[in-house]
Each structure stands twice: as structure tokens, then as C-alpha cells.
């Protein structure tokens, strides 16, 4: 799945620049730039990391790492900072604010990139070592192999039925709309649009036979997997 980060830098050239970088490497960089607009963004986009430059006008970088760290909901979102002065660098390491690491402009963009996979990498490792193979009745939805098995027979699923449902399952009970599903479990390495959701969900609800109904549709919502 795509990493989502969000670049926040108010220089528009370098900016363009990081854009054009992350996307080559397959990211998904959604841009800003000033920190009061990084706050909302970090809330609506939920992104994997924040490249936040520290000297921005208003609200400054080190004030949006602080407010970040500060709330629960962000407190654990990685943050690289981006810094034009030895004296700010300085302040970002001295000033204990709780990013995770810094580049030193000009940076090479092969430099930043590096950085932002080695603070990715880093924080996914403990979080989820081998991926867990999720249960439902008899069902078994197993992401290290690819593969879902009922009644310990596997089933044979397209890619994007597997991200659907292994999406659905991992978060049951919770509901997603269409363009969360699309956005948040198939990211932006398939091609899908919204409506074809509902072509995938209604075949993956026929292969899944009597766990099918765990789908549940919402009209005018989503779907959300349950199972009750
Ligand atoms: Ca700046």
C-alpha cells in the first residue's frame, strides 16, 4: 500500500520538487503549506508521516511537531523536519520537540527519501512483525500468504477482493464509505473507481458463501464486516 505523506513547506518550488520525488518512489505526498493547514490535513488524511519544514509563516514547525505530539490521536505519526539553518537544526534536537529525524537544506532528494523509508521501516517493525492471520467463525483471512481459507479450504480471490476483505475483517464492525475502502485498503496501486467497489464486494460476498452475509451493506453508507 502507497505511504501517505504529508509535505508541508511553504517554499513552492522545493515543495513541487519533494512532491515529484515521493511520488516517483510510488508515495502518495499530499501537499501543504502552512502548519495551521498541516494540522487539519493530519486529521482528515490520516498520513504515515509528516515532512514538516520547521520555518514556516504563522504557525512554525516546531509549534505544529509540539501540537502533534501533544494529541493522542498523533502523538505516535512520524516526523521528519526540515531545516535551512545549523542554528535551527540546533533547536530541533535541542529542544527535545519529539521529531524523529531531520534534513538539512539543500538536501539531495535520494538522501530525503532514504530518510523517510529507514523512519517508516522503523515504525512498522514492532508494530506488526509477521502479519496475523485474522479469524471469522471458520474462516481464516491470512495476509502472509495471500490467501483466504474456509473450513480450512482456501478460496481463490483476486488481489483486490483480498485487500477488501482483509481490510473489512482487521477492522470489523466499523463501517467505511466507498472512497475510504478505495482509498485506505486498495490505495493507489489499483486501479478502481468508487463504484466498482460494489462489483468486488458483491463477488467477493459470493465466494465467501455463508460468511458472505458478514458483508453487510449500509444504504447510502458503505459496507462494514460483522459478525453478528
Ligand atoms: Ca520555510
Redesign the pocket.
Known amino acids: 500500500m502507497a505511504y501517505r505523506i504529508l509535505v508541508v513547506?511553504?517554499?513552492l518550488d522545493l515543495l513541487d520538487t519533494v512532491m515529484f520525488a515521493l511520488r516517483r518512489e510510488g508515495m502518495r505526498p499530499i501537499r501543504c503549506s502552512n502548519g495551521e493547514e498541516a494540522l487539519v490535513l493530519v486529521g482528515t488524511e490520516r498520513p504515515d508521516l509528516v515532512l514538516l519544514?520547521?520555518?514556516?509563516?504563522g504557525m512554525d514547525?516546531l509549534e505544529v511537531c509540539r501540537r502533534l505530539r501533544s494529541s493522542e490521536a498523533t502523538a505516535r505519526i512520524p516526523i521528519i523536519m526540515?531545516t535551512?539553518k545549523a542554528e535551527e537544526t540546533d533547536a530541533v534536537i535541542g529542544l527535545g520537540i519529539g521529531a524523529d529525524d531531520y534534513v538539512r537544506k539543500p538536501f539531495g532528494l535520494k538522501e530525503l527519501v532514504a530518510r523517510i523509508k529507514t523512519i517508516l521501516r522503523r515504525h512498522e517493525e514492532p508494530r506488526d512483525p509477521t502479519p496475523k492471520v485474522l479469524r471469522s467463525g471458520g474462516m481464516e483471512v491470512d495476509p502472509a500468504r495471500h490467501e483466504l481459507r474456509i473450513a480450512a479450504e482456501p478460496v481463490t480471490l483476486t488481489a483486490t477482493e483480498f485487500r477488501l476483505l482483509h481490510y473489512l475483517v482487521k477492522h470489523r464492525e466499523r463501517v467505511f464509505t466507498r472512497a475510504q475502502l478505495l482509498d485506505r485498503a486498495l490505495g493507489n496501486d489499483v486501479i478502481v473507481i468508487e463504484r466498482n467497489i460494489d462489483v468486488h464486494i458483491s463477488s467477493l460476498r459470493r465466494k465467501l458463501g455463508e460468511h458472505g452475509r458478514k458483508i453487510v451493506t449500509l444504504r447510502g453508507v458503505g459496507y462494514r464486516f460483522s459478525e453478528g
Open positions: 513547506e511553504d517554499e519544514d520547521l520555518m514556516l509563516p514547525g526540515m535551512a
